[in-house]
């Protein structure tokens, strides 16, 4: 097939609302929506594959519902009198691909100025003369906001034209173009009801610190979530850390691990003095998620391993008895179990992060070596899996008597944990007892 270019103009104006970065500068206007479905690609939504367990790379945008799709296809071909889009569709344009010309006679009016847009189209004319657009990869334009809209124009046949509004941001050359686009994606999602995990996926992907200080932080926790996602087994993609609709069956969600590492920042003076969140670069992410990853891994192999004595008190199915682990337990099993889980994790992180990692342990090994003499607490206990976050510092305070106690006693390793719920006061309002085996 033949490949040919078309230009295609109309009204518009150029917008600039921050005068101190003209890349910014937005063009509005209104374009047939016949045209528009053909020039700007909405295959750009963030996915996981599950074939390959990675990322989509260059994903930006929610996966599209269809049914969102469809609801939107009805409403424009019932031809009823209030068929009006009023919001705008946001997308961003080529530089190549795109122009405006302002009308030499109209004065520019507060940072307003009216003109004619232009954008370029792609096509391919087959032998019969028949008109197609170019496959969505090479698409001059894609969406940031209002890809179900585009997708529901595919599908209505429009007998007239239908002019939609379009905000455009031009494609600029730059290593800060993809982060600036991702950043308002984000933006314009903001008043929507989205997932923890879909912001958690589109903020890894960023190459720099952008935005108000609360987002550069959330940046810089996304940033170390994957990170420990990749070091090993603690935090894996492989069962353990997931995202509905977006990654296979998961144990625990990158929103969560996210959540925890901020509360590890909180918990370790050492984190919090050495590392400024709001300012941290990919370098640092790696130093912070190998710090964390000794010791949640380190936790793993030593506060996680079940006691070959007490599995049974699990259950009988033969992926109980093969497990070593409660990660095991908690990827390969239907059994409930209180360590990889929010109670378990904080109280952990609150407990002993700081109290083990300042003995400067170089690997997982030698923070489960410092850990060896807590092993055999029984994290699927009934008592303690109906514990909820109240109880995570009283857990976490048990955690360090323990850790401080350097050792069991009795000849049969038996070893109590109590702990006690306070009120302001400080006065005992609630207690906990537990029985764990360790062994040599």
Known sequence: MESFKQWHKFYGHQVIQNPSNLKLSMYCGAIDAKILRDIVSVDNAVKWDSASKVWR????????????VNSIEEFLASGNAERIMPNS????????????????????????????????????????????PCPEKDRTGWVL???????????????DPYPVNVIILKHWMGNDYEDVMRHQTYELNMGRPLSEDFKSSIREQYNEQIGHKEYKRQIALSWIRRELEGRGAVFSQNGIVGASNLRTPYIITMSFLEKLIQFAFESDSILNNKYVLEKMTKNEAKEVSKYLFDFYEGVRISLGLINPQTIGTIGSEPEVSTA????????????????????GLKAVTKGLLHKVMANNPQNPSEVAESLKHMRGIPWHDPGLQAKKDDWVNPLAEALLKMYESKGTEGANKKYQIRAEKRNNAGNVIDTFNLQAFGWQ
């Open 57 to 68: 790379e260059g994903g930006r945008n929610r996966t599209i519902i269809e049914s969102h």
């Open 89 to 132: 569709i946001v997308l961003s344009i080529t530089e190549t691909a795109f122009s405006f010309k302002a009308f030499p006679q109209m004065p520019e009016i507060d940072n307003v100025t009216p003109g004619i847009i232009k954008v370029m189209g792609l096509y391919k004319r087959s032998a019969n003369g028949d008109i197609e």
């Open 145 to 159: 906001d209002g890809q179900h809209r585009i997708k529901a124009f595919r599908q209505w046949a429009s007998p």
């Open 324 to 343: 070593k682990d409660y990660w095991d337990i908690a990827s390969k099993t239907k059994h409930k179990q209180r360590l990889l889980h929010n109670v």
